[in-house]
């Protein structure tokens, strides 16, 4: 009786799914923002104010779109990107954004860079069901698939960065005496975070100084000098690039030596290393999910040659040391894919959906042995990192690929 | 400095009759009132967002107008008055659950006590001081937000997420359009109120220091209280519109409520002319569009068109608004002769 039913279920779910399949096959399903020629991506970025480096992201994106385009689409179907500058600023990135969905009628948001601009718009475009595709942030918030399904996050979080520290610390260093610089944001503070989380009950012994500066202040000497009397061992260095140059080349001139580990969003060869002076900097760790573009070793990698041929064509005299043009370049890939998988289906759930089920993918900027995997509980593309050295003018690449996947609180 | 303070020393000489040159005639105030109340009916929810958005920075820059064109004051801190207002109502509303139209009183309250408590120690201080001294205070209000020590109420660095309300007695209309015809109500309430305060013996006695200090406490004006006052409504005010402005945008973060939104407010208050209410909104429309416009001509270079666009406002129409609004009177009354 049982096994009767038992068959008698399975079949009807194979004719279930065989006829959902055909039709999906048959016909051609659009939500606002596709058409048989063209899909419509929205995008905002601080192409002004006081992030307005991080602009060069939306410009690349743009130019890889452009790229796209030029050989066919996806699908036969043009990327019209459209992006708008917030400034930075929530009240803006609201404006934009209901610009975006309700004047330019796009498909979904794709990167928007910011925490801060992020969590303004997250509850409307949840509430109007479109997707927030991944957002340009790393705070640990965005892997919420049950309260927040259509928005999902990219790079790996920060938190989950400093927990891939704090082990490596507990396992190569186990009496180390930890000081931790960081910025006195919500950046820093998921870093600080993401530390103790990462030392778990030896928190309180490991760390033993916390010192926070303001992204305002134009020199953060006083806090090395600061914390040099403190006398740790290990400096956690949790800033964006130039207070990241400012510590290395500063605890050379005092002459001291402990063993710093500075973010990966800090670890540019080009913009923090080589201001802080290659000698400064020879021992300093980091972790990595990205190639950088300054890097020599990856002169004969593929993936990389692809991107070099890009911006030789698409973004003449781009600055090759800006990491934002690996991240940029590499997010758009990753939405290429997506899009790619989408197929005919070009409706915001499938968005989401096939979003959600990437699987090993790597994009041509991504370290080997990187990939990004998504699931309908994953809601963190990217979740692996590597450790690496700065020896010489490079980074140096040690030990094993590091997943650190933290669920959302 | 200078000149915006040129535009007020002359602005006496540049009204007829000063009473009534602050407001509009009552043919003019229907007109631009019935299109505020019959556009929305005919325009998509974005468009009346960004209504909502411009009748709420139109009374942070007429609240700014009191102060500097009503007291002659300055003030670059508006944007420190704007987040205690935004950030009290969000606080009320996300965290005692109150009721969003309950909360705009209490913000109005609270930044009025604050702005007159702040213009105790300012009293001391005259034309760029001041303006120096309210600087300090927009660009420490964002580092005081992410304290940890408020970081209960104010969410620290992550901001609140405020809920929006629906329309009440179950009335047709979307949450942005309930949301415009609420702003729009306490904006002619607060824009009716300052009308006359300017028009009453308080209106008169902060003229009275905006033109001459001497003389006007040689006349009896107490010159000590009407200026902190002028600030206390001033900064009740701009409480006011920081509280509509969080629940329109359904988030408070400190990164919303920088030095750069303070001066954005004063940018329009000069576009809007300096001491002319029906300006601010002309003022506000200014910051709110004109980088939008920017943008559209350069995404590059929108920080440099804005910059050229402002250049011209200020080197055409010195006087913002008003110098317009009275070219196009006195151009109207020529034809009527004729």
New interface residues.
């Given amino acids: 009786m049982l096994s009767t039913l038992r068959i008698a279920a399975i079949s009807a779910a194979v004719v279930a799914v065989a006829a959902t399949s055909t039709t999906a096959f048959a016909q051609k399903k659009y939500d606002t923002g596709a058409t048989d020629t063209e899909i419509k991506v929205g995008n905002i970025m601080p192409?002004?104010?006081?992030a307005s480096a991080y602009g060069v992201i939306g410009k690349t994106e743009e130019a890889y779109f452009k790229m796209i385009n030029d050989q066919g689409g996806i699908n036969g179907r043009k990327i019209n990107f459209v992006?708008?500058?917030d400034?930075?600023?929530?009240?803006k990135a609201?404006?934009q954004v209901?610009?975006l969905?309700?004047?330019d009628e796009v498909l979904f948001v794709f990167n928007p860079l910011g925490?801060?601009s992020n969590?303004?718009i997250?509850?409307?475009l949840n509430s109007k069901k479109v997707p927030q595709l991944f957002v340009a942030t790393g705070a640990t918030k965005w892997n919420d698939p049950k309260n927040f399904p259509w928005t999902m996050g990219w790079q790996p979080s920060y938190q989950s960065e400093a927990q891939i520290y704090a082990k490596w610390l507990l396992k190569e260093k186990p009496d180390a005496k930890v000081a931790i610089l960081y910025q006195?944001?919500?950046f820093g503070?998921d870093y600080l975070k993401g530390t103790k989380d990462g030392f778990g009950a030896k928190a309180s012994s490991a760390i033993i100084m916390e010192e926070s500066y303001?992204v305002?202040e134009p020199s953060i000497d006083g806090h090395i000098v600061k914390i040099k009397a403190a006398n740790p061992d290990v400096l956690l260095i949790y800033t964006t690039p130039k207070f990241g140059a400012q510590t290395i080349k500063k605890t050379a001139e005092l002459g001291w030596k402990p063993l710093q580990i500075i973010t990966n969003v800090s670890a540019s060869v080009g913009s923090v290393m080589q201001p802080a002076g290659f000698d400064n900097a020879q021992g300093v760790l980091s972790a990595a999910y990205a190639k950088d573009g300054a890097d020599p070793q990856w002169n004969d990698d593929p993936g990389m040659k692809k991107w070099i041929a890009f911006l030789d064509k698409y973004m003449p005299g781009a600055d090759k040391t800006d990491g934002s043009i690996v991240y940029g370049y590499g997010a758009a890939q990753t939405l290429a894919k997506v899009l790619e998988m989408c197929g005919d289906d070009l409706t915001r759930a499938n968005v989401m959906k096939q979003a959600a089920s990437l699987k090993d993918f790597a994009p041509d900027t991504l370290l080997p042995g990187v990939k990004i995997n998504t699931s309908p509980t994953d809601f963190a593309p990217i979740a692996q990192l590597q450790m690496q050295r700065f020896k010489g003018q490079k980074w140096e690449l040690f030990g094993d690929i590091i997943s650190g996947d933290v669920p959302s609180q | 400095m200078s000149a915006a303070e040129e535009v007020v020393t002359e602005a006496p000489a540049v009204e007829a009759v000063p009473k009534r040159a602050m407001t509009l005639g009552y043919g003019t105030s229907l007109v631009v009132l019935a299109a505020l109340v019959i556009i929305p009916l005919l325009v998509k929810n974005f468009i009346i967002f960004q209504m909502t958005m411009l009748l709420i920075y139109a009374l942070a820059v007429l609240a700014l107008n009191i102060l500097t064109g009503g007291s002659g004051q300055f003030s670059l801190g508006q944007s420190a008055f704007y987040a205690v207002g935004a950030y009290t109502s969000a606080i009320l509303m996300e965290h005692a659950g109150m009721n969003y139209a309950l909360t705009l009183p209490i913000a109005g309250i609270i930044c009025f006590g604050f702005g007159f408590l702040f213009g105790q120690p300012a009293l001391r201080l005259s034309g760029v001081y001041l303006a120096l001294a309210t600087f300090a205070l927009a660009t420490a209000m964002p580092q005081l937000l992410k304290l940890g020590y408020f970081e209960h109420w104010t969410g620290g660095v992550q901001g609140l997420v405020v809920t929006k309300p629906d329309a009440p007695f179950g009335l047709p209309m979307s949450q942005d359009m309930w949301l415009y015809y609420f702003t729009l109500v306490v904006s002619i309430g607060i824009y009716i109120a300052s009308v006359n305060l300017l028009r009453s013996r308080s209106g008169r006695a902060f003229m009275a220091i905006r033109d001459n200090e001497i003389a006007a406490s040689a006349m009896g004006v107490d010159v000590a209280l009407y200026k902190t006052l002028a600030f206390g409504v001033s900064a009740g005010i701009t409480g006011v519109a920081g509280g509509l402005g969080a629940i329109a945008v359904q988030f408070v973060a400190p990164d919303g409520y920088t030095i750069q939104l303070a001066i954005s407010l004063f940018l329009g208050m000069v576009v809007g002319g300096v001491g002319w209410l029906p300006g601010s909104i002309v003022g506000s429309a200014f910051i709110i569009f004109v980088p939008n416009i920017a943008e559209g001509i350069s995404k590059g270079l929108s920080g440099a068109v804005f910059g050229v666009l402002l250049f011209l406002v200020i080197f055409l129409v010195p006087h913002g608004a008003r110098q317009v609004a009275i070219v196009a009177q006195q151009l109207i009354a020529k034809l009527k002769k004729n």
Avoid: I, L, M, W
């Fill in positions: 192409y002004s104010g006081p992006s708008y500058d400034a930075y600023s929530p009240p609201v404006e209901r610009k969905v309700e004047s925490t801060p969590t303004a997250q509850k409307y006195n944001d919500d503070k303001e305002s």
